[in-house]
Nanobody, 114 residues
Framework: VHLVESGGGLVQSGGSLRLSCAASGFTFSRYTMRWYRQAPGKERELVATITSSGGSTSYADSVKGRFTISRDNEKNRVYLQMISLKPEDTAVYYC????????WGKGTVVTVSS
């Protein structure tokens, strides 16, 4: 099982990034997918969730209206489009697959400069 995040980087405040998570080794279309983040010195927090079909999404209050989670079950990928980024969005971003067991990626670093 592999979850590999990509798309992180350094961006100025107000900028945008699109994170991608490539999944392999399990039946991706059965799994709810989530994006988490962990800022330095803070606990990991749930950012966004998308159901297995992609029919339902939910977001942390801190990112509502700025982040959009989506998925492509043909390509076994989940995405996180982030706009209007703020310095407080700086964190390591992880994707997580949830069904009968949880799988985690190793994360991608997002740094937002002020």
């Amino acid at each position: 099982v592999h979850l590999v995040e990509s798309g992180g980087g350094l961006v100025q405040s107000g900028g945008s990034l699109r994170l991608s998570c490539a999944a392999s080794g399990f039946t991706f279309s059965r799994y709810t997918m989530r994006w988490y983040r962990q800022a330095p010195g803070k606990e990991r927090e749930l950012v966004a969730t998308i159901t297995s079909s992609g029919g339902s999404t939910s977001y942390a209050d801190s990112v509502k209206g700025r982040f959009t989670i989506s998925r492509d079950n043909e390509k076994n990928r989940v995405y996180l489009q982030m706009i209007s980024l703020k310095p407080e969005d700086t964190a390591v971003y992880y994707c997580m697959a949830n069904y009968d067991i949880n799988y985690w990626g190793k994360g991608t670093v997002v740094t937002v400069s002020s």
